[in-house]
């Protein structure tokens, strides 16, 4: 735990820098990119993949998705890259998720934080990164939700630590992280059960 409380004073800087890198907005810049209305203007107004892909531009909607993971993936393997600790990386990964959900020069209105979280997983172990993906995919297939998607592969992501040894330490920061992406997704939690439940229109 010393150690640990060290190398976090030591990597302020990273730790910073792992911030400011979630905080820069793929969706923005994509749609300046291509030219396409401001993702903060309609639908959901979130500054995400899954808002941008309501323009209907499929490069650009994998564009931001794949940026957004990188983001995550990028912070994490920095740390992992200059030495640091497993831990400190993964809070390096952590960083960057609060960056993407509260950017700074963004008004702190960020997008809601699922594929960058999916890049730092990666990063920290192909295996629960993976499973964390095929967990996403899997119900957006079968519901086309990409919220309830992020809310069911988050809850289900911190038991998959738990199963992996080499990981499983890092079981509660994992928790952490995982309570802050089904919390900026708890405002959609109504509108999902309204998708998932509705009653079909009666036919006239």
Same mark, same amino acid.
Request: a positive charge; aromatic letters at 12%; hydrophobic letters at 50%.
């Given at each position: ?68 993971? #990188?983001?995550?993936? =990028?912070?994490?393997?920095? @740390?992992? +890259? &200059?030495?640091?600790?497993?831990? !400190? $990386?993964? *809070? ?29 997983? #990666?990063?920290?172990? =192909?295996?629960?990164?993976? @499973?964390? +993906? &095929?967990?996403?995919?899997?119900? !957006? $297939?079968? *519901? ?38 089904? @919390? ?21």
């Amino acid at each position: 735990m010393e150690k640990l409380v060290s190398d976090i004073l030591i990597a302020i800087p990273l730790l910073v820098l792992a911030y400011l890198v979630g905080g820069t907005m793929s969706a923005i810049w994509v749609a300046r990119l291509f030219d396409l209305p401001d993702p903060r203007s309609y639908g959901s107004m979130n500054p995400g993949t899954t808002n941008i892909s309501r323009s209907n531009h499929k490069f650009a909607t994998a564009m931001t998705f794949v940026m957004d993971i #990188l983001k995550g993936s =990028v912070a994490t393997s920095l @740390a992992l +890259g &200059l030495g640091f600790s497993l831990q !400190l $990386a993964y *809070f390096c990964g952590m960083f960057a998720v609060v960056g993407h959900l509260f950017p700074l020069f963004h008004n702190f209105s960020g997008g809601k934080g699922a594929a960058t979280y999916s890049g730092v997983l #990666l990063a920290i172990n =192909v295996l629960c990164g993976g @499973a964390y +993906g &095929l967990v996403w995919f899997s119900i !957006l $297939a079968l *519901f086309r939700n990409a919220g309830l998607s992020s809310i069911l592969a988050s809850m289900m992501i911190p038991f998959v630590f738990l199963m992996v040894p080499e990981v499983s330490h890092l079981f509660f920061a994992v928790v952490l992280t995982s309570s802050l992406i089904i @919390a900026v997704h708890a405002k959609n939690i109504d509108q999902i059960s309204q998708q998932l439940f509705r009653k079909p229109n009666p036919k006239h």
